[in-house]
Nanobody, 129 residues
Framework: VQLQASGGGLVQPGGSLRLSCAGS????????LGWFRQAPGKVRQGVAC????????FYRDSVKGRFTISRDDAKSTVYLQMNYLNAQDTAVYYC???????????????????????WGQGTQVTVSS
C-alpha cells in the first residue's frame, strides 16, 4: 500500500494544521487508517486511527479533544486536523494503513506498533514561536 503524506509545516503554539495522506494506486476504503509521529531521539508513537467504515476513531490521550482524524474514500485520503498545537506535538508525522482496525488501535492506544500494510513517507510538523 503506497501512501503520500502532506500538509506539515511550521506553526506557532496554539495554531492549527491539517495533514493529508493520499493512497496511490490503492483503494483506501479497504483499509483502516492511522497517523503516527516520531520526534527526534524518541520512539514512534501512535496518534489516531479510524476504522474502514469511518464509524470508529481512536486517539492517544494527549491529543484527545485537539486532533480529529477523518477519511474521504472518494478521494482516497485520510486527514488529521490538529488544533491547539504545542511544542510537544513537534515531530515527523506518518500515515499508515492496515486491514485491521484493532492492529492500528493497539498501536495508537497501547504503544504496540506493528508491521502495518503500508506507511507514508512522513511530513514534518514544527510547533515553535
Amino acid at each position: 500500500v503506497q501512501l503520500q503524506a502532506s500538509g506539515g509545516g511550521l506553526v506557532q503554539p496554539g495554531g492549527s494544521l491539517r495533514l493529508s495522506c493520499a493512497g496511490s494506486g490503492v483503494n483506501l476504503e479497504d483499509y483502516a487508517l492511522g497517523w503516527f509521529r516520531q520526534a527526534p531521539g524518541k520512539v514512534r508513537q501512535g496518534v489516531a486511527c479510524i476504522s474502514r467504515d469511518g464509524e470508529a476513531t481512536f486517539y492517544r490521550d494527549s491529543v484527545k479533544g485537539r486532533f480529529t482524524i477523518s477519511r474521504d474514500d472518494a478521494k482516497s485520503t485520510v486527514y488529521l486536523q490538529m488544533n491547539y498545537l504545542n511544542a510537544q506535538d513537534t515531530a515527523v508525522y506518518y500515515c499508515a494503513a492496515d486491514s485491521s482496525t484493532q492492529a492500528l488501535r493497539v498501536g495508537v492506544q497501547d504503544g504496540a506498533i506493528l508491521n502495518y500494510d503500508g506507511w507514508g513517507q512522513g511530513t514534518q510538523v514544527t510547533v515553535s514561536s
